[in-house]
């Protein structure tokens, strides 16, 4: 259909008078398809062949649009009520064709500056809240604002920056470069067009700057890093001293430098960046939500300045700015993930160490213990995740809105709330610790943590003031803490016994118990599965860390006519355990925690052995001494032997024989503990079928102790009750309360 025909029938729909045929589907149908015809280009020229159809057009688009705001809540609304202002502005003082609503919000003779409002507020809510819709409406709407000021050189200039800011933005939100390049094509010319001594200047110089910073970042033309740099230095000199604007011009000229720094290593350019940021800071007001982001920059430069010196000065300079980035966000800061990730990033190279100082099993410096600081931020991510849903009242006098509120809580080997306590478990304890606090810190808890007394001394070294580390015995330190008050929540990792103890501690004031304990994983092997792989699977699952490991799989049930090949080929799998010091490098399982824990195990395995179970390999007569226990392989112990039934904690196997599949899952839940298992077969149907009768928090499916920082992890039964990791453990560490605000009449 041509061009003129569309506008003609809009125009038609207009003088009907009947709302039915001017907002129907036919209308919204033409509008959309005039709207993509009078749509101009980047920089918001129109083709002169449809510039007179652009008034008419406005009016019936508007209309469109003003209809839709009426009658759809939500974010949507606003790009609705943004795009009718623009459209109907023209004719915003004839009654017969604008509703009295629309006229009080354009204003009579203000259009130019309630666009420009318009804009500037959905450009900023676009980007706070990260909605590509709103953004690329957004951008529609400066496109369209940008292309009807052509006669004002200072308006269009800033509006074009404007843009500008949006494409980056935009970058931002999707990867894609080519949107970098269009703010850099619109901000070329804003640049040229603005005068000397505008007091916007600065401002357009700034945001342009932005933009050859993230394209050289891209390309590495050294003209692109240096142009970056020319338009920072001229944004600067170009804003006056009380410019409220100023210490974002600094912190983006300092941008410019950091990448400069990235891709030549010059220590001058990062001693600038620092340098400005410095000053941005001075410039800031104490409670000004922005000081946490600059000192969060400031953070990362130097520690890339000590990756390139290897300065220890460069290196506390970095954690000290860190923590208060951290400090200076709220609980609800949008960027408050970033922070923590900062501050993670800042603290790597203390977590750096000789496995002996971290203790417990095979070199945890290149194994599971340095994935905490990826844990935490991928807990910290889902702490943003956590949303109210706020009901529609059906009172409009009313407005209601739910919120989570930070519980202080403890951690008693984990303690957790807005203070949490907790106590944390000897298993991978940098990593629980770490993964534990990364939730609850991302939502504004203080956390304590009373960590026993055979654990690595690392926790010193997180956030103080934050995360708080009491030292001491459990009944001599975590018992206090339990009972105190001030503390919300008390979060546990320990075995059954140990959180019987915290639970009734905590009930006198009723206070909130999360509790991780002991597990007694059984992996399930039937008939069609491949004996070679399984055996592979547990030589790491079983015997990781020694043992020490809550999920460790500790059981092995088979089918009858499966048994022997099975345990033959898990015997065969860890009899080739490499056994040594943590710091051997071919070291591949270490010793157990301390020298109470080991004897504990040795004393399990002499019962078994007097019991008449049967050892395949291992067991005490082969323990090497001291904290070492050997890899122990055991058949033949009953269903109700201690070996079966109680958590060993340590390198330990019993191989299970059941008559067929419905007997291996009944035995697999003789347990008091219900924290992991997993089962073994090709038939992925039979595979989910046991999935559902098995009574545990995991089930692995051909496989045994992958672990997912976006899943939850917990148990059923004596295991215990709350999940750590993943969106749902947030539930765990806040309170949700409801707010009722009465409207002004």
């Known amino acids: 259909m041509a061009f003129r025909q569309v506008q003609q029938r809009l125009l038609d729909y207009e003088r009907s008078g009947d709302p039915s045929r001017i907002l129907g589907d036919d209308a919204v149908a033409d509008a959309e398809l005039l709207a993509e015809g009078i749509r101009p280009d980047a920089v918001g020229e129109f083709m002169p062949e449809e510039r007179q159809f652009f008034d008419q057009a406005c009016r019936a688009i508007g209309w469109l649009h003003y209809h839709r705001f009426n009658v759809s809540p939500g974010d949507a609304a606003l790009v609705d009520l943004a795009k009718a202002a623009f459209f109907l502005s023209p004719v915003a003082e004839d009654p017969d064709l604008v509703p009295e609503r629309m006229r009080t919000l354009i204003g009579p003779t203000a259009v130019v500056e309630t666009r420009a409002g318009l804009a500037g507020s959905l450009l900023t809510r676009a980007s706070e809240t990260g909605d590509l819709a709103l953004l690329n409406a957004t951008i529609d709407i400066l496109m369209l604002f940008i292309a009807d000021t052509a006669h004002d050189r200072v308006e269009r200039a800033t509006m074009l920056s404007d843009l500008g800011i949006a494409f980056q933005v935009r970058h931002s939100l999707t990867g894609q470069f080519d949107d970098v390049m269009r703010a850099m094509d619109v901000g070329e010319p804003a640049v040229a067009a603005i005068p000397p001594d505008h007091p916007e200047r600065a401002r357009c110089l700034s945001d342009l700057s932005l933009a050859y910073g993230a394209w050289y970042r891209r390309s590495g033309l050294a003209e692109h890093g240096d142009r970056a740099i020319e338009l920072g230095e001229a944004s600067v000199a170009a804003a006056s001293a009380d ?177 949490t306590a907790r106590t944390p478990s000897s298993a991978v304890p940098g990593m629980r610790r770490r993964a534990a606090a990364a939730c609850p810190l991302r939502r504004g808890c203080d956390r304590g943590l009373c960590p026993r007394a055979h654990q690595p001394r690392r926790a010193l070294l997180l956030l103080r003031g934050v995360f708080n580390v009491v030292n001491g015995e459990g009944r001599s330190a975590g018992v206090p803490l ?59 699952a079983g015997f990781y860390n020694a043992g020490q490991d809550c999920g460790a799989a500790s059981r092995v049930i088979v089918t009858a006519q499966f048994h022997d090949r099975v345990a033959e080929e898990l015997v065969r799998a860890v009899s080739s355990l490499r056994v040594g010091a943590p710091a051997d490098p071919g070291t591949e399982m270490g010793p157990l925690a301390h020298a109470a824990h080991a004897e504990r195990v040795r004393g399990v395995l002499d019962r078994a052995a007097e019991a008449r179970v049967s050892f395949l390999t291992g067991g005490g007569g082969a323990d090497p001494g001291g904290c070492y226990v050997a890899p122990t392989v055991v058949t033949d112990a009953a269903q109700h032997s201690e070996i079966v039934q109680r958590e060993v904690f340590g390198p330990v196997i019993s191989v299970q024989r059941a008559a067929d599949a419905e007997a291996a899952y009944t035995m697999a839940n003789d347990v008091v503990c219900g924290l992991a298992a997993s089962i073994f077969t090709r038939d992925i149907g039979q595979a989910m079928d046991a999935a559902r009768r098995l009574r545990f928090g995991t089930v692995w499916i051909n496989d045994h102790g992958v672990s997912a920082s976006e899943m939850p992890w917990g148990g059923f039964k004596e295991s215990g009750h709350g999940r750590e990791r993943s969106v749902y453990s947030l539930e765990e560490f806040t309170e949700l309360e409801h707010v009722m605000v009465k409207l002004p009449a």
């Open 482 to 540: 339990v009972r105190r008050g001030g503390v919300d929540i008390v979060s546990l990792n320990g075995d059954s016994a140990m959180g019987k103890d915290v639970t009734r501690a905590a009930a006198d004031s009723l206070k909130r118990v999360h509790l991780e304990l002991g597990g007694k994983a059984p992996a399930v092997v039937l008939d069609d599965a491949d004996p070679v792989e399984v055996a592979d699977v547990l030589r790491g």
């Open 243 to 419: 410019d409220v604007d100023r210490p974002r011009f600094l912190s983006n000229l300092g941008h410019a430098y950091t990448a400069r720094f990235e891709r030549a290593k010059t220590v001058a350019d990062v001693d600038r960046a620092a340098e400005l940021l410095e000053q941005a800071l001075v410039a800031t007001p104490a409670d000004h939500p922005q000081r946490a982001a600059l000192f969060a920059n400031l953070s990362s430069d130097y520690r890339a300045r000590h990756a390139h010196t290897g300065s220890p000065e460069d290196r506390e300079r970095a954690i000290a700015a860190a923590e208060q980035a951290v400090a200076a966000a709220p609980a609800n800061h949008p960027e408050r993930t970033r922070y923590l990730a900062v501050l993670d990033a800042a603290r790597r190279e203390a977590y750096v160490g000789g496995s002996a100082y971290v203790g417990g099993s095979a070199p945890k410096t290149t194994d599971r213990d340095e994935r905490g600081p990826d844990t935490s931020a991928a807990f910290a991510l889902l702490a943003d995740a956590m949303r109210t849903s706020d009901p529609a009242p059906l009172n409009t006098a009313i407005e209601l809105i739910t919120a989570r509120q930070p519980l202080p809580g403890l951690d008693h080997g984990w303690l957790p709330h807005r203070l």
